[in-house]
């Protein structure tokens, strides 16, 4: 089993900036998939962005060039820089760990409004 603990999320003003975090802990294999999902108000979950465990990067097109998903593999932690939030990436934001099995964390609300 692996858990997740995200924290980060909250209100924001269009244009602003926020830093979402997710720690795993459990049973962590060192080849491995981290990264983070989101799901809006009446909508399906989505991919926002994924990293592997070697650096590789993916991000959804909405995304691209305003977020930043890295990791920190010693600390079993992933981050995602957002920048230039608009009011369309108000979401729950769920974090995710991948080896063979998919791990959800339980979400953090992003909001942006002004």
């Known amino acids: 089993q692996v858990q997740l603990v995200e924290s980060g999320g909250g209100l924001v003003q269009p244009g602003g900036s926020l830093r979402l975090s997710c720690t795993a802990s459990?049973?962590?294999?060192?080849?491995?998939?981290m990264g983070w999902y989101r799901q809006a108000p009446g909508k399906e979950r989505e991919l926002v962005a994924t990293?592997?465990?070697?650096?590789?990067?993916d991000y959804a097109d909405s995304v691209k060039g305003r977020f930043t998903v890295s990791r920190d593999n010693a600390k079993i932690t992933v981050y995602l820089h957002m920048n230039s939030l608009k009011p369309e990436d108000t979401a729950v934001y769920y974090c995710?760990?991948?080896?063979?099995?998919?791990?959800w964390g339980k979400g953090t609300l992003v909001t942006v409004s002004s």
């Open positions: 995710a760990y991948s080896d063979s099995t998919y791990y």
């Open positions: 459990g049973r962590i294999f060192s080849i491995n998939v």
């Open positions: 990293i592997t465990s070697g650096g590789s990067t």
